[in-house]
Each structure stands twice: as structure tokens, then as C-alpha cells.
């Protein structure tokens, strides 16, 4: 990509930082140079290579989507919705969907790949998100190269198996030859997320990083968790993973452990302020307790669970005192639709409107997201922080009239109102499009290539039957 310039904005409002609290300034100027913030002033700035000056704008901390699976839910869309492919009333997420995601990862070739990522990352930034944490199955490693293209702040998170091949038996429950005494495909995993660590820390002045990315508690064993976190934390890197998503998988690590889940991730040292654990809906109160006395953070994806019917309540985890954060798991990566999902979703639960209020849920996308990856140049607006930024446009009739910017970003934008994302100095979206590349053919051409893994006979089988 381009060497960013210099580009001055005008926000009829902008979050800033001040003195560390968040604070809504009015009709303010941003400065960026190169990739930093160099100046927020109430006056028109000389110089700038680039001005956008258009009224009704909301300047705000580069969103941070810190869980998303590009590949595997554009596989899913709009056939698991409203319990479609049930059978024995299972979801068809895990006994079809993955291993569909598995097999077409395999008959893909490296260019529909790239298609895929290209337009899930697409996706995102058209959605306002700076930032995207994404595990992903080794098999695409294509996500790198179409993030260091588009130019997203990207941190890879290729998963680590015990086995690469689990399997939820009609109960249910995931099993892994690791677990039976076969072979631990761990190391394997552990060798091949190196060599892309290798590949990929670090480039283009550090907007392509790596997450440790652990599958999950069913799917990893203890050996793989325990070296894996030690690798992590002799690099710095967090650590992501999936925790207590469902009962089954509670009942699968009680019998083979005897622990809950998170405490399978204490016992093995995993649960630390580098942590990051997406769902957590099956933990229990003192799980939940445990995960806040060590500092971990749950990844709040609402949506994807009410899909299926399951509440994911953001005010829940935020009540225990954990760090929680909103991401979107892949599904419609919707990063302000899932925010109003989380908001909305924890008011229902508790009966309380006071309940994860607008400045909490976007702390949850800004700077708590950056907090938890040890990032404070990230997810606020201030002198010397890095250049990114999400502009929403507050001029729509919908979001007119205007009393409190954060309540109208909450209550009632979307994502059709996101303006302009910058990373890293970089304006990769202007006036709701993106500009670097052909939006109508990223679009088609990753279509494409999930409609070939849709042909195939399992998927037909499945869909149909
Ligand atoms: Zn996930």
C-alpha cells in the first residue's frame, strides 16, 4: 500500500481522550501525519494532502472487531438461519458446517481463497472496522496477503488442533484422536503457526500481526494449551480462543478433566490478561468470577447465538466485572449491528435500561478492545496515538434530530452510514466506498468461490435433505 500522507477531518463531533476519559468534542479538527494523530483543534488545520470537510460527521477511535471468521460463516449464510438443516434438533453449524468449511478450504484454489478473505475483509471495512482479529483455519493462509492488501489492522489467529479433524457426535460431544491415544496433530500446528509468525509479524510497520489461537477447550489438549500459551507469552502475542460455547462442551471437559472449561484454562496457567475468550455463554457465575480476578476478556458475539436462540448477554459478563468485549464471529460482520445486539440483548435479560449503556458498548469496541491487547495507542483519539479512525455520517434522516451522538451510533445507525475508515493514515473508505479496489468485483468473485464449496454433494445432501 501507499505511504499515508497527511488528511484533516472535520467531526460535527469526535470522541476524544482527555485526561483519560472519553469526552465528546464539539465541531473539531483531526490531524493525521503518516500514521500518527498530530493534532485535534477546534481550527481549521493549513496544509493537509487530503481534506474531509462534510458536516454531520461523528469521528470515533478506529472500530475493534477482536473476533471474526471471514471464511467459515460466508459458507453458513442464510442456511442455518431460522433452524434450517436441523436434524435430531442439532444445529447443523457443527456437523455440517465445519467440516463443509474444512473440505472446501481443500478444493478452493490459493486465488478463491483470496477471494473469500477479500471480501469478508471488505465486509468489515464497509462496516466501520479498523481493527479485526480473525482465527482461521491454517489451510488460508491467504487471509494474510488479503489483509496486507486492503490494508485492515489484522491480527491472523491460525488455529491450533489436537486434532485437525474433531467431530460433534449426534450428542454432541467432540472428539479428537488426541484424546483417544492416537496422534496429536498439536506440534504440527504449533510448527506451522511459527512459520507463518515468521512470515507475517510485524509487516508493513506493524499492522499484520499474529494471535495464539488455541481451537478451543473440547479441541485442545492440555499438552498443546500449555506450549502454546508459554510460545505466546515468550513473543508477547495474545492469546485467543473458544470458551465454554455450548453444555456439551462443559460435559466433555467435566469428564475428561473434571474442571468446567475455564477452569481447564486456569489449571493449565491459559487465563491471564493476555487472554481472549470468545462466547462464554455455558460458564457459570464463579467462572465468570475466576476470568475477572485474572484479567481475561470475553469476546461478546450476541448475534451469532440468537440466531440459534441462545441469549449471549453482554451486561452479563460486563456485571462480573470481566473485561468484555463485541465481536462479530463472522456472522453478517456487522460490528454496529452486533453492537446494538448487545446492547439490546442485555436490557431484555436484565429488565434493566440502565444495563451496558452507549459509552460502555463502544469502550467495548475502542479502548477496552485495545486494552486487552495491549494496545494504547489504539482505540482512542489523542496526540501521538495511531492514525485510526471510523467516521459515521449523522446526517441521515434516520439519525435527525441529534442530542447524544453515542446513544444515536447505538440506538440507531448502521452500518450503511459509515462514512470513511482510516488505518494507519491510510483513508481506505471514503463516501461509504472503498477505495482500492473493484467493491462489485470482490464481491463476485468471493461469492463465486463459497458457491463452489455449496455445490459440492455433502453440502447439496445437507442443505436439501
Ligand atoms: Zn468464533
Not at 44 to 72: I, K, Q, W, Y
Amino acid at each position: 500500500m501507499h505511504a499515508p500522507g497527511t488528511t484533516a477531518i472535520f467531526a460535527s463531533f469526535l470522541l476524544a481522550e482527555q485526561e483519560g476519559e472519553s469526552v465528546v468534542l464539539r465541531d473539531h479538527w483531526v490531524l493525521t501525519e503518516g500514521r500518527r494523530i498530530a493534532a485535534i483543534t477546534p481550527t481549521r488545520p493549513e496544509g493537509a494532502d487530503l481534506v474531509l470537510d462534510t458536516p454531520g460527521r461523528f469521528v470515533l477511535p478506529g472500530l475493534m472487531n477482536l473476533h471474526n471468521h471471514c471464511f467459515s460463516e460466508a459458507v453458513a449464510r442464510t442456511h442455518s438461519e431460522d433452524g434450517a438443516g436441523r436434524k435430531n434438533n442439532q444445529s447443523i453449524v457443527y456437523t455440517v458446517l465445519m467440516p463443509l468449511t474444512k473440505r472446501g478450504i481443500e478444493i478452493l484454489s490459493p486465488e478463491e481463497r483470496l477471494a473469500v478473505a477479500r471480501l469478508g475483509i471488505l465486509q468489515l471495512l464497509k462496516g466501520g472496522a479498523t481493527t479485526v482479529m480473525e482465527p482461521f483455519r491454517a489451510g488460508i493462509a491467504e487471509m494474510f496477503d488479503a489483509a496486507e492488501a486492503m490494508g485492515i489492522r489484522f491480527y491472523g489467529a491460525p488455529y491450533l488442533f489436537s486434532t485437525a479433524d474433531a467431530k460433534a457426535g449426534a450428542d454432541g460431544t467432540v472428539t479428537y484422536a488426541a484424546a483417544s491415544g492416537g496422534t496429536d496433530d498439536g506440534a504440527a500446528d504449533l510448527a506451522r503457526w511459527n512459520a507463518l509468525h515468521a512470515t507475517w509479524e510485524g509487516r508493513d510497520a506493524g499492522r499484520i500481526r499474529l494471535a495464539m489461537s488455541p481451537h478451543a477447550t473440547d479441541t485442545c489438549g492440555p499438552d498443546l494449551l500449555r506450549a502454546a500459551t508459554a510460545r505466546a507469552r515468550e513473543l508477547g502475542v495474545p492469546v485467543t480462543t473458544h470458551l465454554a460455547q455450548s453444555q456439551s462442551e462443559v460435559a466433555t471437559i467435566r469428564s475428561r478433566h473434571g474442571r468446567t472449561p475455564a477452569e481447564y484454562l486456569d489449571w493449565l496457567g491459559v487465563m491471564g490478561p493476555d487472554l481472549l475468550a470468545a462466547h462464554c455463554v455455558a460458564c457459570s457465575d464463579d467462572d465468570l468470577r475466576l476470568m475477572a480476578a485474572r484479567g481475561a476478556a470475553v469476546l461478546n458475539c450476541p448475534r451469532v447465538f440468537a440466531r440459534g436462540g441462545t441469549t449471549a448477554a453482554f451486561g452479563r459478563f460486563a456485571d462480573h466485572g470481566v473485561r468484555t468485549l463485541i465481536g462479530t464471529d463472522g456472522y453478517n460482520m456487522d460490528l454496529l449491528g452486533e453492537m446494538n445486539a448487545a446492547a439490546m440483548i442485555s436490557k431484555l435479560v436484565s429488565g434493566r435500561a440502565e444495563t451496558a449503556s452507549s459509552p460502555e458498548i463502544i469502550a467495548a469496541v475502542t479502548t477496552e478492545a485495545a486494552a486487552a491487547i495491549a494496545r494504547p495507542d489504539l482505540g482512542r483519539i489523542r496526540l501521538g496515538a495511531t492514525a485510526d479512525l471510523s467516521v459515521i455520517d449523522l446526517s441521515h434522516p434516520h439519525l435527525q434530530p441529534l442530542h447524544d451522538p453515542r446513544r444515536a451510533l447505538v440506538w440507531l445507525a448502521n452500518r450503511g452510514n459509515v462514512d470513511a475508515v482510516m488505518v494507519d493514515g491510510r483513508v481506505l473508505v471514503q463516501g461509504g466506498r472503498y477505495l482500492h479496489g473493484d467493491e462489485a468485483a470482490i464481491t463476485a468473485a468471493g461469492a463465486a468461490a463459497i458457491r463452489k464449496i455449496w455445490d459440492l454433494p455433502e453440502a447439496r445432501a445437507a442443505f436439501e435433505g
